[in-house]
């Protein structure tokens, strides 16, 4: 039930950024050589920035609810149309980031917790501090001059080589190329997004692997688990259904937080590697002061990280039955 | 001093447990590296970090073939010395770092205390305001804040100051909130000493240790964020010395001089490593609870 404040908090708090812009939108974005007063003043009416604030956020509210993010000054289409063509080439990437995140961090932070005090533990946790701390802008660059420019064995940048045409059919290129049955697509399409995943999943890879480790370490000192150790169990199967389990309720809700750190990931990501989505969108909107972009990308992304963490809420609830009321 | 046998002094016993922790050791090591670099950058930096060697452009560091004594780890692409900037990149990474931290923990802990001691309308507004900033991701909002007051360093440091905000609140908050129902603090206010004095002279010195963490990590998050910006090019604008401007100036050509690339960022890394390892470190010691 706090959604709706915080609903009208953000909507409250996107709208006033964008209203301390010097001027106003239209000023801004024509610029130190000036148009026509007339012109000013129909682009002003035409966007609504001459009405008095109160109507303009009330306006906003209503426009908002109604799923009207408003138009874009450059290309005069809607916010939401130029948002729903890019935004699965955001999707496509954040999720092979946490796939990979989540596939390498948490039998690393097992492990890990298993060996506790033994060199690989310590080596691991050593290189869990260095991947959280890492600058991913410059990371992704060095990857590129290694594996791009150095060995020549992935592709600098893009999504896919221009030299197939994929039909956007879905508008996530994995699932478009497996249906083209172009198995040169499909090949350029994983070749290209090799280092994007790595680079955007370091850092989630390393906290879900400290999470995981010290989730395990509390797990395993439970009576439980010497229970089943005496009732003469495998060790395996000490670790993934005793321990494992209940050490996961912690590290997916870490993993549902991470949604939001990983989206800003995805805005330098994006940048570094010329990938097709929202993160490298709202730059350029900020390059061509395109406020309208930039203000509904923003939302939207707010929006995104509302929803995920309300199902993180519910997922947690089905995973850990003693929260349930 | 007397020779009986003394209790180990507050600071001895932290040390101790500080101590333990090797990776904590070694950040602070790394601290003090860099605190003494940007200290003496004036003495340590062979050039200044503008000047331009027109005869110099892209020399790589002195190990490679065409290395150069003047310039130990090479020149950029108008010819300033790498080495230079970086020394001086890290007497503003430092600066950035503070400056966000202080301002941030200054408003958010007031807010937080604020909030704790006036209950009602109040803390449920501050609460709600700082639910909708973390709605946000992170980097996120401090671009658009960036965006919207105009690039450039100061604005930048605000922004990443603003968008930091929450954590303090929350944990001032928090801990004032505890703190309250304690004797000491009704007996203060029952001699009579007013809010203000209530708020900072009796229950914020008792709220300090997770803020001092707190704000240790948050020099990695400031620095970090600062650099980001400054990436995007929307931080410290060229020619300054900051080590995410400097890889922006250095993405159309770092695919031919690998050292104007690597060094900065390898700078940026090792200082949030650092405070990263050292604020871990200062939650163990500071917090016996949290260890096992």
Partial sequence: MLIVPTFIGVTLLSFTLIHLVPGDPIEARVGERGIAPERLAALRHEFGYDQPLWKQFVDYEVQVVHGDLGVSLVTRQTVWSEFLTLFPATIELAFCAIGFAVLIGIPLGVVAALRRGTPFDYGLMGASVTGASMPIFWWGLMMILVFSVGFGWTPVSGRVSDMYFVEPWSGFMLIDCWFSDDEGACRSTLSHLILPTIVLGTIPLANFARMTRSAMLEVLGEDYIRTARAKGLSGMRVTVVHALRNALIPVVTVIGLSVGGLLGGAILTETIFAWPGVGHWIIESIQRRDYPVLQGGTLLIAIIVIGVNLGVDMLYSVLNPRIRR | ?292
């Fill in chain 2, 1 to 292: 001093m007397s020779a009986t046998v003394a209790m180990p002094s507050r600071l001895t016993l932290f040390w101790r447990s500080f101590a333990e922790n090797r990776g904590a050791v070694f950040g602070l090591g790394l601290m003090v590296v860099l605190i003494v670099v940007a200290a003496l950058a004036d003495v340590l930096a062979l050039h200044t970090p503008i000047e331009q060697f027109r005869d110099n452009f892209l020399t790589p560091p002195v190990w490679a073939a065409e290395g150069d004594w003047h310039f130990p780890l090479g020149t950029d692409d108008v010819g300033r010395d790498m080495l230079s900037r970086l020394i001086y990149g890290a007497r503003l990474s430092l600066m950035i770092g503070f400056s966000v931290v202080a301002v941030a923990l200054i408003i958010g802990t007031t807010l937080g205390l604020t909030a704790a001691f006036a209950g009602g309308v109040v803390d449920v507004f501050i609460m709600r305001m700082v639910d909708v900033i973390l709605v946000f991701p992170s980097l996120l909002l401090a671009i658009v804040v960036v965006a919207i007051l105009g690039p450039g360093m100061f604005n930048a440091m605000l922004a990443v100051a603003v968008v930091t905000l929450p954590g303090y609140i929350r944990l001032s908050r928090a801990s004032a909130l505890v703190e309250l129902n304690r004797d000491y603090v009704t007996a203060t206010r029952a001699a009579g000493a007013s809010t203000l004095r209530l708020m900072f002279d009796t229950v914020l010195p008792n709220c300090m240790a997770p803020l001092i963490v707190h704000a240790t990590l948050g020099f990695s998050t400031a620095i970090l964020d600062a650099a980001a910006l400054g990436f995007l090019g929307l931080g410290a604008q060229p020619p300054t010395p900051e080590w995410g401007t400097m890889l922006a100036g250095a993405l159309q050509y770092y695919q031919r001089a690998w050292w104007v690339l690597a060094f900065p960022g390898f700078a940026i890394l090792m200082t949030v490593l650092a405070f990263n390892l050292f604020g871990d470190g200062l939650r163990d010691a500071l917090d016996p609870k949290l260890k096992r």
